[in-house]
């Protein structure tokens, strides 16, 4: 790794799909604190990377290629890899379809730089004058897509999950497991997935909605059976991982009595009720109560185990502390 003031700290990656309208500006926007440019041709129609190299002049810019289209995940992955080799400290993804400002990279790195976060993330939902900006549509997935993805990656403090701009420590970014991120548009979520596994400290950067003539490929309807179920995996990895692999706590035995409960209230209410009214007869008293009770209990058990992952979101960078590991 370089030293603090070795000018190879920040690296930026650019999934390059598509992009040759916009490609040129978002290279020429990004400041001189940056040291090295990838820009990712992910298999792309338009030969991005050749309109690259014919066009952009730019001596930090490398052309990184994929023969065959792996995403935007696989693309990022590609960057991080290179910027690890290439002994940066911090390495930032932009797209290159003009949405992200570049001029806003600096407020991405500092709180890594400064030791207060390990990964950064943008969040177009903070300035609430600015949300109107956003497409309807997008507007009302991303605020479903940000309450399913607290769950499932353990930061109930995020917002805006599947913002695509971002800033990560390389040492945290050598200890990802890469081969097996997500690499289509679960891609944002799933690393935030990853590095709650690791413990890793991630903050969100208040950044406004920016829309030009740039199409997305993100279809809601074509993804949210996709995402539902993802998310719901996630979220069983993440507990199993966090509460009974790794650690112990008493939210783990609040769990299990919360699940214990609830399907004792389920089953036990559920078989006495159908077999009276089978029988044309009132559920006895004693019999609703016992239901009653256990789902009650079960209920404040599930809320004791939510406050507690709520207020479990790491707070200790990591940056410091590890090794980066060699690829």
């Keep these: ?167 990560i420590s390389t040492s945290v970014a050598s200890h990802l497991p890469m081969d097996q991120i997500s690499r289509r548009y679960f891609f944002e979520t799933d690393i935030l997935f990853r590095l709650n596994t690791m413990r890793a400290v991630v903050v969100d950067i208040p950044m406004d909605a920016r829309y030009g003539d740039e199409e997305s490929g993100l279809k809601v309807g074509k993804i949210l059976g996709e995402f539902a179920f993802k998310h719901a995996r996630n979220t069983f990895k993440r507990i199993g991982y966090n509460y009974f692999l790794r650690d112990l706590s008493l939210a783990s035995f609040e769990l299990v009595a919360a699940l214990g409960l609830l399907l004792l209230a389920a089953t036990f209410g559920g078989w006495h009720w159908w077999h009276s009214a089978q029988d044309g007869v009132s559920t006895p008293l004693g019999t609703v109560m016992i239901a009653t009770v ?15 992952d709520i207020a479990s979101v790491p707070r200790r960078p990591l940056t410091a502390l590890l090794v980066p590991r060699r690829l």
């Design 1 to 167: 790794m370089n030293s603090p003031s070795a000018p190879s700290r920040i690296a930026v990656v650019i999934p390059s799909y598509k992009v040759t309208r916009h490609i040129a500006g978002v290279v020429a926007a990004i400041g001189s604190e940056v040291a090295l440019i990838y820009c990712v041709d992910d298999a792309c129609p338009e030969r991005s990377g050749d309109f690259i190299e014919a066009n952009v002049t730019d001596p930090r810019v490398r052309v990184l290629r994929h023969a065959v289209n792996q995403g935007v995940g696989g693309a990022v992955m590609t960057g991080y890899r290179q910027a690890i080799i290439d002994g940066a400290s911090v390495v930032v993804k932009v797209d290159g379809d003009g949405q992200m400002d570049p001029t806003l990279l600096p407020q991405f790195v500092a709180p890594i730089l400064r030791g207060e976060a390990d990964y950064t993330k943008g969040n177009r939902f903070w300035d609430l004058r600015q949300i109107k900006q956003m497409p309807p549509l997008r507007r009302i997935g991303n605020l479903g897509l940000s309450f399913m993805s607290k769950a499932s990656t353990g930061y109930w403090d995020l917002f805006d999950p599947t913002n695509g701009y971002t800033a």
């Design 294 to 308: 256990a789902a009650v209990s079960g209920l404040q058990f599930l809320l004791a185990f939510l406050g507690y």
